[in-house]
């Protein structure tokens, strides 16, 4: 049987200027990818409801209006773009301090997604962020063996020498 690359996917909706608005369209985008049935990472679904929540959030609230969505799968990314009526980024996010109640959104884009960026339109601007979803591949070979015990994961052969990790080293046995 021949391998077949998985469909190429997209959508869009638009989300109102209310704030109640935002949660509403992250668990939409959420379910949306969910019914592509795609071959998609468990874990991409949090980070994709994350982030997207995060961009969406950022446009509502700097802009005081309501955002573009449009959602893609391409067979091993999620893109997530997001246009606005707002003027275009011109620096990269800045540093928050840490008792500070907002202003991580573009943060958390920049540690959990693998490519991210904005770029202007007609209208205004679109931040986009992309995470990858593909399934993991199987850590192990079927000729490698296993540890068929199901209750611990299976470990390789000769685990690295654990060095300078002070109190966490005299944890491990």
Known sequence: MPYRTPASKSAS???SSEIAAVSDARRRIVAMVRHWDQPIAPDAFDTLELLSGEVIANAVVHT????HVTV??????LRVEVEDPGPALGR???VVS???????????VECLAARWGSLPTLKGKAVWFEIDGRLPSSPRTPSE???ERSDR???PRAAPAVRNVGWLARLIP
């Open 145 to 147: 063996p296993h540890d």
């Open 92 to 94: 990269p996010p800045a």
């Open 72 to 77: 893609s799968w391409n067979g091993a990314r």
């Open 13 to 15: 909706l638009l989300v």
């Open 98 to 108: 840490s008792d500070a109640e907002c202003g991580r959104g573009l943060q958390l």
């Open 153 to 155: 994961p299976a470990l």
């Open 64 to 67: 005081g209006s309501g955002c």
